[in-house]
């Protein structure tokens, strides 16, 4: 027995009465919403009327056959799965119909575990690609190009953030781990700024040795050391009516500390090996993925620079504690890696899906990013599927959670069991707990207060 809050939705089409009631009462008791058809003009008066996840039509039928229902079907309801039945003698056209879009045939007499088996495969399919396509409608509503993608009350006090202060001039810090995506808060914060048409500059301050990073930042004159030939303007002039961002600023040595703040506070400084003092205006947005204030009290990091850099501080979440955006941004990556490698991959399978959102990303969005990447790289079909996962997350243990129920137990007690094992497993998430059990949240609220 199926426990969504929307059961699926399956026409049975067959001109034999008998057999027509007898597959409608197979799959009412499999927990499938069903409705019958006679022929297939009643099939296609109903399909124009509602909205059905899988047709069980028979493929000899007076009138529009299988064959014909099938095609008009996927022309009206190219969504809709289609199961044919036929005899035995009729196999070559029920091949032909798997062809013109069927997704199976099962033969008469009919097995009533073929058939469920080839039904519930059939819905299992036609939701996995609502599924996804509910994933690509919320991805365009929340998320553009390089911009961050989450809905979760984690990314909503981000976004919220951001929007507060990206009007004002006030310089910003940005903490989080690593590959979690300061680089974009501190994009979404130009671009919401009244700089947003001046230039974003952005450099890597832990990627730079200490002796060329005065150079990259202030620039140099001609000759101010070897190898010098011309004049060259460093980030802060580039960065000049725009947005300077720095990243990893917890590695800046002491020196260069010392100038920055003196840029921070005077809007001033001079090129390497020049005497000229220079005036820039650039709003400075730094990041760290280690808490900067430890630096301080460990005597690395100024006191007063750390004050002057954290006006106003943004902390991005780690993905493990936003883990219901996994969805959204696995959907992101898959069809940014899909349209680079030129591969026609549009799901992910819920197995696959369930891997993902039960790991815990230790690399953040960038691991997870990674692993999409190397699944449609690797991927067979139109589907990421377990077997597509790098190994690390496809073996993860801690997605491996097993629940043994003893024989005879109520089934209103194991449904409890199972939401309860699952909220622990989620640390009482109620939100992931109800995608991971395929169910409505307001259902996972209404059987845990029950």
Not at 371 to 399: K, M, N, Q, Y
Request: aromatic residues 4%; hydrophobic residues 45%; contains cysteine.
């Amino acid at each position: 027995m199926r426990t969504g809050i929307d059961a699926p939705r399956l026409l049975v089409v067959d001109d034999d009465a008998s057999a027509l009631d007898s597959l409608l009462e197979i799959f009412r008791i499999e927990g499938f919403e069903v409705r019958g058809a006679s022929d297939g003009g009643a099939a296609l008066d109903a399909l124009r009327a509602d909205e059905f996840d899988v047709v069980l039509a028979d493929l000899r039928m007076p009138g529009m056959d299988g064959m014909d229902l099938l095609k008009t079907v996927k022309a009206i309801r190219p969504d809709t799965e289609v199961v044919i039945m036929t005899a035995f003698g009729t196999i070559e056209k029920a091949v032909e119909a798997m062809r013109e879009g069927a997704y199976d045939f099962v033969t008469k007499p009919l097995k009533r575990p073929l058939v469920v088996r080839s039904v519930t495969r059939a819905q299992e399919k036609a939701a996995l690609r609502a599924e996804n396509q509910s994933l690509r409608a919320q991805l365009e509503a929340v998320a553009s190009e390089r911009s961050l993608i989450g809905t979760s009350a984690a990314m909503r006090r981000v976004l919220d953030t951001i929007a507060q202060v990206a009007s004002a001039s006030t310089t910003i810090l940005v903490q989080g781990e690593s590959g979690t995506g300061k680089e974009l808060v501190a994009r979404a914060i130009h671009r919401q700024s009244r700089r947003s048409r001046g230039p974003f500059i952005a450099i890597n301050c832990a990627a730079i040795p200490a002796t060329l990073l005065e150079s990259e930042l202030f620039g140099h004159e001609r000759g101010a050391f070897t190898g010098a030939f011309a004049r060259r303007e460093g980030r802060f002039k580039l960065a000049d009516g725009g947005t300077l961002f720095l990243d990893e600023i917890a590695d800046l040595d002491p020196m260069m500390q010392a100038k920055l703040l003196r840029v921070l506070q005077e809007g001033e400084f001079e090129r390497l090996g020049g005497t000229q003092t220079l005036k820039v205006d650039a709003r400075v947005v730094a990041s760290a993925n280690k808490p900067l204030l430890e630096r301080v009290r460990q005597g690395t990091f100024r006191e007063d620079l750390f004050y002057r850099l954290n006006v106003i501080t943004v902390t991005m979440p780690p993905l493990r504690e936003r883990i219901e955006d996994v969805p959204l941004l696995a959907q992101h990556f898959l069809a940014r890696f899909a349209d680079k490698n030129r591969k026609d991959v549009r799901a992910i399978s819920r197995e696959a899906m369930e891997l993902l959102m039960a790991h815990d990303w230790p690399g953040n969005v960038r691991e997870l990013e990674n692993t999409l990447e190397h699944a449609v790289v690797l991927s067979r079909g139109d589907t990421i599927r377990v077997e597509d996962l790098p190994d690390l997350v496809a073996s993860d243990t801690s997605a491996k959670q097993y629940l043994t129920i003893q024989l005879g137990t109520p089934l209103d007690e194991i449904e409890q069991q199972v939401i309860q094992q699952t909220l622990r497993i989620t640390k009482g998430n109620k939100r992931l707990a109800a995608q991971l059990l395929g169910i409505a949240t307001r259902t996972v609220y209404r059987k845990v207060e029950s």
